[in-house]
């Protein structure tokens, strides 16, 4: 009876610990969701031997619809892509050619820097990816946070598990560890400054490193984001890519 006891005491206090778990990755998703966002960024690309600024600016709906041009170096402007819910189309304009990205071609890097096609068009809303559980708690960047393993419900998806540092009172993730089926780390990410905009909490200075290539990483910093203003539709067409 006394085991009886125990081992019900230990599934529901689990249970507790989940569910908690899933209320903290709602408030993750919650302090990023927007009906949409335009946002100019640069990505400073740590290569082998020196560096290269690339800046780029983005329109995004909801969670189904993005574009983004490239606006320097001058090798790269023109440069624009589209995503239409699993769709992802590229355009260059040094050769006036649209191309369809996807199979394994989702992962390669985009602009040589350490994010991959998938990284981009990934549904931002980690609940509607990953089961969730706490696994600890530590202090990132002189705030307290979480530690939050996340596990895919299905196994097609870039990355199978994650590790992230989510803070106590901001939600939002100050660092991050992504994993393969197989359990290598992939890629990492740390972020290095947040600001608050527009009542949320926003990560403005971000090191992404993909741990199977060299180099220092990419910096990501983001200029400027405005949410929920009114995005015309046509801005998300195919038509848009050559305009």
Known sequence: MKRNIICLLLFLST???????????????QNIAARNRISEAEM????????????SISWIKGTEAAFTEFLDPPREKGTKMLKQKDNLWTYFPRTDRTVLIAGHLLNQAVMGSDLSYSDLMEDPKLQNLYNAKIVGE????????????????EKEI???????????ERFVTLKENRYALSGRLIKTTDVKKIEKIDGRWVPVKIVFKDQLKSGKGTEFNLISIKFNDDIPDYVFTKANLKK
């Open 44 to 55: 400073v690309i740590h290569g082998r031997y020196a560096a290269r600024t690339v800046k």
């Open 158 to 168: 870039s990355y199978y598990k994650r590790k992230i540092w989510v803070d106590k």
């Open 15 to 29: 249970a507790i610990f989940a569910d908690n778990a899933d209320w903290i990755l709602g408030k993750v998703d």
């Open 138 to 153: 530590e202090t990132i960047i002189n705030r307290l946070c979480w530690v939050l393993e996340l596990v895919a419900k």
